[in-house]
T-cell receptor, first 113, second 112 residues
Framework: GAGVSQTPSNKVTEKGKYVELRCDPI?????LYWYRQSLGQGPEFLIY????????DSGLPNDRFFAVRPEGSVSTLKIQRTERGDSAVYLC???????????FGPGTRLTVT | AQSVSQHNHHVILSEAASLELGCNYS??????LFWYVQYPGQHLQLLLK??????LVKGIKGFEAEFIKSKFSFNLRKPSVQWSDTAEYFC??????????FGQGTELSVKP
């Protein structure tokens, strides 16, 4: 069984550009999470989906960040007008049900220059 | 708001030494507790979890953790570490609502 996959693995973009990060969860997992991890820090919660709907988006830092999961499987995190402070590793995880142990993907390292 | 505190930022041990990493959380209700590990160059992996029942839980690779409700703690232990345990360790809590809140991590370096 495949684990959580994320693409791209690395993304370098210029300040002000738009980026999309993709997450493919484990098949059958209804809950999908996005986290952000900066160097020397633990994962910081951004948003989680139960099915197609965002069950909790309280961690999104501002309205430049948006995420979708239109068919209840693959999810895309979208960042508009990127800033240098957005540079981090963006982690995706999935779990069979909310609150249970999550399975993390390898992350996308975003660098905003 | 819920929070998780890991007191040790970097721990250095020699092989065969015993390990205890501290984790405290702030939430008075029912919690689910987790330890995750991130080996160099790899992604986060679940080490062990506590939902209910026996407060001493055993995980993979000889790790265990004890939930002490009165102390709001969930410390990770291993009787004898190996060089291959060198990694970063994260404590996390779910206090309802589905999301996990992570501590800032403890880097463990084991000297051969």
């Amino acid at each position: 069984g495949a684990g959580v996959s994320q693409t791209p693995s690395n993304k370098v973009t210029e300040k002000g550009k738009y980026v999309e990060l993709r997450c493919d969860p484990i098949s059958g997992h209804t809950a999908l999470y996005w986290y952000r991890q900066s160097l020397g820090q633990g994962p910081e919660f951004l948003i989680y989906f139960q099915g197609t709907g965002a069950a909790d988006d309280s961690g999104l830092p501002n309205d430049r960040f948006f995420a979708v999961r239109p068919e209840g499987s693959v999810s895309t995190l979208k960042i508009q007008r990127t800033e240098r402070g957005d540079s981090a590793v963006y982690l995706c995880a999935s779990s069979p049900r909310p609150g249970e142990g999550m399975y993390f993907g390898p992350g996308t390292r975003l660098t905003v220059t | 708001a819920q929070s998780v505190s890991q007191h040790n930022h970097h721990v250095i041990l020699s092989e065969a030494a015993s390990l205890e990493l501290g984790c405290n959380y702030s939430y008075g209700g029912t919690v689910n507790l987790f330890w995750y590990v991130q080996y160099p160059g790899q992604h986060l992996q679940l080490l062990l979890k506590y939902f209910s029942g026996d407060p001493l839980v055993k995980g993979i690779k000889g790790f265990e953790a004890e939930f002490i409700k009165s102390k709001f703690s969930f410390n990770l232990r291993k009787p004898s570490v190996q060089w291959s345990d060198t990694a970063e360790y994260f404590c996390a809590v779910n206090a309802g609502g589905g999301k996990l809140i992570f501590g800032q991590g403890t880097e463990l370096s084991v000297k051969p």
